[in-house]
T-cell receptor, first 113, second 115 residues
Framework: GQNIDQPTEMTATEGAIVQINCTYQ??????LFWYQQHAGEAPTFLSY????GLEEKGRFSSFLSRSKGYSYLLLKELQMKDSASYLC??????????????FGPGTRLSVLP | KAGVTQTPRYLIKTRGQQVTLSCSPI?????VSWYQQTPGQGLQFLFE???????NKGNFPGRFSGRQFSNSRSEMNVSTLELGDSALYLC??????????????FGPGTRLTVL
């Protein structure tokens, strides 16, 4: 089966650093993606990892360990606008090149002044 | 470049009715996926279409169906609506599905309320 876990809620202070963890158990793994979703809006792409290691993209970094089934999203210099839900998603591909993304439950991040 | 568009944005139906939702992908994108998002279950995959063929399907009953047209536009149909079908239905498009960095772009969603 496919299973992805994330903390339900996190709180951090403006200007701080926060790490959102994600653990997964899936078959057909072909990449781990992070999305940001503000309330009432569609998810927007933040970053992805296919190989082990750290990928940095401005204030956002994402790490992947495939052997441990573990990823994290690191947000630096937090801003109030970073208050949102963060979704961890595993891309699963099939032999027919079909794909689907299995999403975690999301982590609701609140940034306080 | 225009993003993914979905129509209608909001819809209210009653139990037993059927509904059709529409999605226009980003120009050049051939893969269209549909998701259901609810507070209790989160984002769940419904199906993926590529070149007018359903390539992948999630664990939803047969009341949920879809199709894709030659211009990559896609429609999703739900028949015999139930209260539990109330959700945000999201469409996402991507270039193909073979590239490892294949990013999905989401549309704004259709908010369906079943009374």
């Amino acid at each position: 089966g496919q299973n992805i876990d994330q903390p339900t809620e996190m709180t951090a202070t403006e200007g701080a650093i926060v790490q959102i963890n994600c653990t997964y158990q899936t078959s057909g793994f072909n990449g781990l993606f992070w999305y940001q979703q503000h309330a009432g809006e569609a998810p927007t792409f933040l970053s992805y990892n296919v190989l082990d290691g750290l990928e940095e993209k401005g204030r956002f970094s994402s790490f992947l360990s495939r052997s441990k089934g573990y990823s994290y999203l690191l947000l630096k210099e937090l801003q109030m606008k970073d208050s949102a839900s963060y979704l961890c998603a595993v891309r699963v591909t099939r032999d027919n090149y079909g794909q689907n993304f299995v999403f975690g439950p999301g982590t609701r991040l609140s940034v306080l002044p | 470049k225009a993003g993914v568009t979905q129509t209608p944005r909001y819809l209210i139906k009653t139990r037993g009715q059927q509904v059709t939702l529409s999605c226009s992908p980003i120009s050049g994108h051939r893969s269209v996926s549909w998701y259901q998002q609810t507070p209790g279950q989160g984002l769940q995959f419904l199906f993926e279409y590529f070149s007018e063929t359903q390539r992948n399907k999630g664990n939803f009953p047969g009341r949920f169906s879809g199709r894709q047209f030659s211009n990559s536009r896609s429609e999703m149909n739900v028949s015999t609506l139930e209260l539990g079908d109330s959700a945000l239905y999201l469409c996402a498009s991507s270039l193909s599905g073979r590239r490892v960095d294949n990013e999905q772009f989401f549309g704004p969603g259709t908010r369906l309320t079943v009374l």
